[in-house]
């Protein structure tokens, strides 16, 4: 059974950091592209930032880049986001995603999904 499970979200002030984590299991996980998407009160779950299997490749929103960087390590199945510089409009649910099929694939044509970690950005 395929478990994603995000962790490291909370509340931080504007400006501040943090780093989030998603542990998998039950897949292989150096084979699978992996997704941050993240979803605020009202919204659409909208793409961050996803990274290729050996993490050589790394994509970003625009909303995000230059403040975000997504990691992997292949050896303890888990995949990393660190925030930084945060903005109260980062406000949202994030979830972490897993598919095969590609960097840029659709949000709803990703095969597994963690159930999400909160991130609260006070002003």
């Known amino acids: 059974q395929v478990q994603l499970v995000e962790s490291g979200g909370g509340l931080v002030q504007a400006g501040g950091s943090l780093r989030l984590s998603c542990a998998a299991s039950?897949?292989?996980?150096?084979?699978?592209?992996m997704y941050w998407f993240r979803q605020a009160p009202g919204k659409e779950r909208d793409f961050v930032a996803s990274?290729?299997?050996?993490?050589?490749?790394?994509a970003y929103a625009d909303s995000v880049r230059g403040r975000s960087t997504i990691s992997r390590d292949n050896g303890k199945n888990t995949v990393y986001l660190q925030m930084n510089s945060l903005k109260p409009e980062d406000t949202a649910v994030y979830f972490c995603?897993?598919?095969?099929?590609?960097?840029?694939?659709?949000?709803?044509?990703?095969?597994?999904w963690g159930k999400g970690t909160l991130v609260t950005v006070s002003s």
């Open positions: 995603g897993a598919d095969q099929r590609g960097m840029s694939i659709s949000r709803d044509d990703i095969l597994y």
């Open positions: 039950g897949l292989p996980f150096n084979r699978y592209f």
């Open positions: 990274i290729s299997w050996s993490g050589a490749r790394t």
